[in-house]
């Protein structure tokens, strides 16, 4: 991969944005905060960086992450020279910052979905990778560019989350040598899991226990769903940070090849989240506005829950399980 133009268009911008996608996970968090600070080593320029929703508590422990901006504290009205989004499949899940994206002078698109379709001037998708942290690795590599420590800690946090903590199929050599190089640069594996895996709070472990207890079952236990209503989140007072590892806790059971949740938004209408062992779900996802992996995907219906989940299942039941 080719990523001298990057190089050049982040040297020659005086003001760069950096985005994350809405409900944001460890990769795109990590991406971010991996990029501002490898940009900072390199060019001793500071990024502003924009999350567009809340931030999930886990991970505060990246270097940067105090100096995130929320989108409703960003001035709409600037014109940035560069945006470049980290880990946005598709320009919709940057919401309200669209509009920034829109007005900049250039923009780049850092990303690992195989859905993403190019929206940028300058895109760099590898579908190969195991997460974006991968990618931008491999960007800063390829530029020759110094991995600080910061840089490093950030990187295997997205890469670590998107994997699973190396579990999932996406999974490669690659993915151990990318790692492996971090672990060269200082990131200590134990202390970033037990930052990531065992810092959980007491209202996620409560809501998410209340949330399976409510699960259905369908095809011979082969697909596993709950649903969340906006009643449920009030009960535990528990903010979208609790939904993170939901589904995979469904699709963890041993007769589950296709599990979602269907979460009611506060906005109306109902976000999906799936996962599956087998089955192409970015497939079933697309059907609806959505997408992402093979087997980790999500979309938003804009239908009340359970008429969200009817059509969900019934795409599910059109395919082999």
């Not at 999930?56 to 100096?67: A, M, N, Q």
């Not at 989140?233 to 940070?241: I, P, R, V, Y």
């Not at 109306?268 to 970015?282: C, E, N, P, Q, Y």
């Amino acid at each position: 991969m080719d990523c001298s133009k990057l190089n050049d268009i982040i040297k020659s911008s005086k003001n760069i944005l950096i985005t994350s996608h809405v409900n944001p996970d460890g990769d795109t968090l990590g991406s971010m905060c991996g990029l501002y600070s490898a940009i900072l080593e390199k060019f001793k320029k500071k990024c502003d960086m924009i999350a567009i929703s809340k931030i999930p508590d886990v991970y505060s422990y990246l270097p940067h992450l105090s100096e995130v901006k929320s989108v409703e504290d960003v001035d709409k009205s600037r014109e940035y020279d560069l945006v470049i989004n980290v880990d946005v499949a598709s320009i919709e899940r940057i919401c309200d910052a669209q509009i920034l994206f829109e007005k900049s002078k250039f923009t780049v698109n850092i990303d690992h979905h195989k859905t993403n379709n190019s929206y940028a001037d300058l895109n760099f998708i590898n579908a190969d990778a195991s997460s974006t942290g991968e990618v931008l690795l491999n960007c800063f590599q390829n530029m020759d560019w110094k991995i600080n420590l910061d840089t490093a800690i950030c990187l295997y946090t997205a890469i670590l989350t998107d994997t699973g903590s190396f579990r999932f199929d996406n999974t490669k050599p690659s993915t151990f040598e990318a790692a492996s190089k971090l672990v060269e640069i200082g990131v200590n594996p134990s202390d970033i899991y037990k930052k990531v895996y065992e810092s959980d709070s007491k209202t996620l472990v409560m809501f998410q226990s209340h949330c399976i207890s409510k699960a259905k079952f369908l095809e011979d236990d082969k697909i596993a769903y709950t649903l969340v209503y906006k009643k449920d989140m009030e009960k535990f007072s528990a903010g979208d940070d609790c939904m993170e590892g939901l589904t995979e806790k469904l699709r963890a059971i041993v007769t589950t090849r296709v599990a979602f949740v269907a979460k009611e938004m506060k906005s109306g209408g109902t976000k999906i989240s799936m996962r599956s062992k087998f089955a192409d779900v970015a497939e079933i996802c697309e059907v609806f506005g959505g997408g992402g992996h093979k087997f980790a995907a999500g979309c938003t219906i804009k239908a009340p829950v359970e008429e969200a989940a009817k059509k969900i299942i019934n795409e599910i039941k059109k395919r082999d399980i």
